[in-house]
C-alpha cells in the first residue's frame, strides 16, 4: 500500500465582509457625542415634539463590502475521487483523510492500481506526492 497526497487546487472565491467601524456624531441639541457602530451613518429628518420642529437623527447603516479570497478547492478532489471510484468498482483505494487549511486529501492506493491512480490524477489536473 502507497499513501498518495493529492492536492486540491487554488481557486478565487467571493465573499462578503460587513464593516463594522465606530461612528461618531455630535447632536447639537442635546449637547452629546453619541457613538454608533456599522459601515455608515445615514440622517432621517424626524418631527422633534420636545422642542416642536423637525431635527436630523442618524442611523447606523451595514455595509457589505465584496472580496475575493484565494482557497484551497479539497472539494473537488473528493468529487473526483467519487466519480473515480464509481467507474473503477474493483479498484480497493480508499480515501483516508484530507486537511482543508492546507489543501490536501490522502488517499491508500494498492501497489498494483498506483500507476493507473496517479495517471488519473494527472488527467484530473491535479498536483500529487507518492509516499
Avoid: C
Avoid at 457625542?33 to 442618524?58: C, E, H
Avoid at 480515501?95 to 490536501?104: C, I
Amino acid at each position: 500500500m502507497a499513501s498518495v497526497f493529492a492536492y486540491a487546487p487554488a481557486v478565487k472565491k467571493p465573499i462578503k465582509l460587513s464593516n463594522n467601524n465606530v461612528l461618531l456624531y455630535y447632536d447639537a441639541a442635546e449637547g452629546k457625542m453619541l457613538q454608533f457602530r456599522g459601515g455608515m451613518l445615514k440622517y432621517d429628518y424626524v418631527y422633534d415634539a420636545t422642542i416642536k420642529q423637525s431635527r436630523v437623527v442618524p442611523r447606523a447603516v451595514d455595509l457589505k463590502t465584496n472580496r475575493t479570497e484565494t482557497v484551497k478547492d479539497v472539494v473537488s478532489v473528493e468529487k473526483w475521487f467519487e466519480k473515480f471510484a464509481q467507474e473503477r468498482l474493483h479498484f480497493q483505494t480508499e480515501r483516508v483523510s484530507s486537511n482543508s487549511l492546507e489543501g490536501w486529501v490522502e488517499f491508500e492506493v494498492p501497489s498494483l492500481e498506483l500507476d493507473e491512480f496517479t495517471e488519473e490524477l494527472e488527467i484530473g489536473g491535479f498536483e500529487y506526492q507518492v509516499n
